[in-house]
């Protein structure tokens, strides 16, 4: 049984304007899937509307199942209980997805607090695992930090943390690597790419990048304009495109792959 | 005669660590330049410095040929404009595009004229009506379209662009580059591009030097800098680019 199944998601803003259509995907239990589109493309609210997250004024109509837990229908109080615990985000800003106003610690803190009952010296040192598992070093004065201490791969680190503290079974990532610098990229994906592989836990990738979400998914779907275009592995994708949208897509990514030509780029797929 | 030039310069701030250190780089008339490196790395001081915006502690920047000095600035400036990254933040919300474009003219004594504007925007693939709306009409692609319009209106030699395309999608991406190509043959636009997508370096740029705390590491032709890096630090940035499997 999938973990997320998305059927007919229709995205609207209050005066009625369609910002996604008849949206369809699934994610299996250690799957790994990437939707990928341009700004715009409504692949963000897609994924937001997943865990029933939409910005207010938005209403999402169609099925999003969560875990078995009806993420539209349900009462706030039961898809509460599937964030975080079933499924939880890492965002593309480190900076405004963590409070400017609290330490890292205490931001990895919250989670397992609320949801694994831990206190005491059990928090801290789950707290303290949680960091080292980001590759975190210096553990001790990072959670002290708090996030503009941090530079931009340390806040991303710190958001990765929080949001696998609690081993949930899907991890929603949308586009967490654009802010950042292109060897931190490769670190982060490296990282993404361990950590999910290690727990089982099922991954969303959100990007707007096919290189990139070819490094971490092997299945996605491109969409445009509120709607999914084309489906498939990603090696196919990229290989034969069927789609006028994601041929466009493609050519533009080999126009500048191409323009590096045989340089010793990192060119191993997922 | 070398375009622009930083002779052996270095920044810093008052009481601090040098941002950058002994900084050689030239730019010849009609070869494009790249400037990589990371965050942090000293790009944006330096191509400040470049601009005339803030003076070097040390070293001299050099302007065809001669220091660039106060006196200067004014030949500099219709020599050399800038365009940034964020179309965003770049244009004014409540100045129509037609007067966005013509700043530089008006700044510079030329007067804004109405044709020069049309040429501009011609230049950039929008319409003339353009001239009459207002910067947020147009789509992120666009606004960086008039924000290079308003740099080539007053027909600089030098563009010294900050990460023009970093936050365009990447099939706009790939139409604001060919936009720098052709302006850069066409009419014979040098582009001193700061960047951290080697991509769009390759792409666009005949010349690429590294920049990494502060010093350059690594600089000469792309197609050596990229196909055979003799500095780790380059390699290191190439080996980090996420490259289409098959």
Do not use: W
């Amino acid at each position: 049984m999938s973990l997320l199944t998305v059927e007919g998601l229709s995205i609207r803003n209050s005066s009625g304007a369609a910002l996604v259509s008849d949206v369809s995907f699934a994610v299996a239990p250690g799957d790994r899937t990437g939707l990928i589109g341009e700004s715009g493309s409504g692949k963000s609210l897609s994924a937001l509307a997943s865990v029933g997250l939409l910005p207010p004024g938005l209403t999402a109509t169609g099925s999003v199942r969560l875990d078995g837990v009806d993420m539209i229908g349900a009462p706030e109080r039961r898809r509460t209980g599937v964030r975080g615990r079933v499924a939880s985000v890492v965002f593309q800003e480190p900076l405004t997805a963590l409070d400017p106003l609290m330490t890292a610690g205490r931001q990895i803190a919250g989670p397992l607090r609320r949801f694994q009952g831990l206190k005491g010296e059990a928090l801290r040192t789950a707290v303290r695992v949680a960091l080292e598992e980001v590759r975190l070093t210096d553990t001790e004065r990072i959670g002290k930090a708090y996030p503009h201490q941090l530079s931009g791969g340390q806040r991303q680190r710190v958001a990765i943390a929080m949001a696998l503290a609690c081993r949930p079974r899907l991890l929603i990532a949308d586009e967490p690597t654009t802010a950042l610098d292109v060897t931190v990229q490769a670190e982060i994906l490296d990282l993404l790419d361990r950590l999910v592989d290690t727990h089982g836990t099922a991954l969303l990738f959100i990007t707007h990048d096919l290189p990139v979400v070819a490094k971490v998914a092997r299945g996605a779907h491109v969409m445009r304009m509120g709607r999914i275009v084309e489906s498939g592995p990603i090696i196919d994708l990229i290989a034969r495109p069927s789609d006028p949208y994601t041929q466009t897509l493609v050519e533009s990514a080999r126009r500048f792959d191409a323009a590096l030509g045989g340089a010793e780029g990192d060119s191993s797929g997922s | 005669m070398t375009l622009l030039e930083a002779d052996h310069v270095g920044f810093a701030y008052r009481g601090g660590k040098p941002v950058l250190e002994d900084v050689s780089l030239a730019v010849e008339p009609g070869r494009n330049v790249a400037l990589v490196g990371e965050s942090g790395a000293g790009k944006t001081t330096l191509l400040r410095l470049l601009l005339g915006l803030a003076r070097p502690t040390s070293g001299v920047v050099k302007f065809d040929g001669q220091p660039l000095t106060r006196g200067r600035l004014r030949d500099y400036r219709r020599a050399a404009q800038a365009v940034f990254q964020d179309p965003y933040s770049s244009l004014d919300p409540r100045h129509t595009v037609g007067r966005i474009v013509a700043e530089p003219l008006r700044g510079l004594g030329l007067g804004a004229d109405p044709a020069r504007i049309a040429d501009a925007l011609d230049a950039v693939g929008l319409p003339a009506d353009a001239a009459s709306r207002y910067p947020h009409e147009f789509s992120g692609g666009q606004r960086q379209r008039i924000a290079i319009a308003r740099a080539v209106v007053c027909h600089p030699r030098l563009l010294l662009a900050d990460e023009p395309v970093s936050a365009l999608d990447l099939t706009t991406r790939v139409r604001i580059v060919d936009l720098l190509s052709s302006l850069n043959v066409e009419r014979n636009l040098t582009i001193l591009l700061v960047s951290h997508d080697l991509g769009v370096v390759a792409s666009l740029c005949q010349q690429t030097a590294v920049l990494e705390r502060g010093r350059l590491v690594e600089q000469g032709d792309t197609a050596s800098v990229l196909g055979a890096p003799s500095h780790p630090y380059t390699r290191k940035l190439l080996a980090s680019v996420p490259r289409l499997p098959g």
